[in-house]
């Protein structure tokens, strides 16, 4: 249910209807929007429909909110929500984020050296996996913490803003310690569990599609992170599974549009995982900038022959900076900055 205020609605009216809402168990969520505060209430269907918001003092409209995903939608929000990283970078509005690096995070100079060249070509996230979800329990599953203390260290050097996947609700901690953002990865997408957890903490966390998630099932797995407390939410198309065997994914554009008309969260685009082969990642990465994506997210590596996870889509370095030099026009044509 979602109760709209009145313009003039005062601050002890909004908390009038929060504390009535929250002895009848209901839990409210407040959004003030530029021009109204909507109070979003998510509880059991039938105290909603008894409960007479209508007459509280302050109140304009209720509205059921008919959608089964309540604070992903633009009915609680109209506003887009741009989220805040660091002094430097936000997410969903006009500037572009760009995560780059490699899939794995393999050692030190290794990490340090491509973190240098994607900030170099204008990347203002760096990514690395420290925890990685392998078909095959005996490739490479990462570095873990030594991987994390990596980041953390060649961030602290190059003052950028990091994410990598977190697996397990057990990592969950651990992961916050060195990172400034949360990668749900695509086959953890319903791991509910685990979206609670990271839900219990306020850091972002950018949630990839499930290879075969449908994209009521995506909003809803956004849901649980926001019900859980933490607003700090953003997408990430990433290609689904299809018929299709030319490439890996199939990157789905249409998300795009589809998840900005249903939700105020801002959606990147990774055309790494989306297409699976390098020399289809810079036309996936031109289209999602100008279908209206937030951002991307690329995985670059200095010597994919030798790269230790995803070598296949990895970009060199110099064909990254080249990508980023035609994304700028791009962003340019549809009214964003990179
Ligand atoms: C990754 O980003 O390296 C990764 C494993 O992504 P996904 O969950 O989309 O497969
Ligand atoms: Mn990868």
Not at 164 to 176: G, H, I, P, S, Y
Not at 190 to 209: D, W
Not at 292 to 308: D, F, K
Request: include cysteine.
């Amino acid at each position: 249910m979602i109760v709209i205020l009145k313009k003039d609605a005062t601050e002890e009216q909004v908390k009038h209807i929060v504390d009535k809402a929250e002895i009848l168990g209901l839990k409210a969520h407040i959004s003030r929007g530029v021009e109204r505060t909507v109070i979003g209430f998510i509880g059991p269907e039938d105290v909603l429909r008894m409960t007479p918001l209508e007459v509280f003092p302050g109140v304009e409209q209720v509205m059921p909110v008919l959608a089964p995903y309540k604070l992903v939608s633009r009915e609680f929000k109209k506003e887009n929500t741009v989220i805040k990283i660091n002094d430097d970078v936000t997410i969903g509005g006009k500037k572009l984020v760009v995560m780059a690096g490699p899939c794995s995070v393999e050692g030190l100079d290794e990490f340090r050296s491509i973190a240098k060249k994607v900030k170099a070509a204008g990347a203002n996230i760096l990514r690395g996996g420290a925890f990685k979800p392998r078909t095959s329990p005996y490739d490479f599953q990462g570095m873990g913490e030594d991987g994390l203390k990596i980041m953390r260290d060649v961030a602290g050097e190059l003052r950028i803003a990091t994410i990598t996947e977190v697996m397990d609700t057990r990592q969950v901690e651990l992961v916050a310690k060195y990172v400034d953002i949360f990668q749900l990865g695509a086959r953890n997408m319903q791991n509910f569990s685990l979206l609670k957890e990271i839900g219990a903490t306020r850091k972002p966390v950018m949630i990839k599609r499930g290879l075969s998630a449908t994209i009521k099932e995506w909003l809803m797995s956004a849901e649980y992170v926001m019900a859980s407390g933490n607003f700090n939410v953003i997408f990430c198309e990433r290609g689904i599974r299809t018929y299709e065997t030319a490439y890996r994914n199939t990157l789905d554009i249409n998300a795009v549009p589809v998840v900005q008309k249903l939700s105020h969260l801002p959606i990147i685009v990774d055309p790494s995982h989306g297409t699976g082969v390098w020399n289809l990642v810079p036309s996936g990465a031109k289209a999602a900038v100008a279908a209206g994506a937030n951002g991307l997210m690329i995985e670059v590596h200095e010597n994919p022959e030798e790269a230790l996870s995803d070598g296949a889509q990895s970009l060199l370095p110099t064909k990254f900076d080249v990508l980023m030099k035609e994304l700028r026009v791009v962003a340019q044509a549809v009214g964003k900055e990179l």
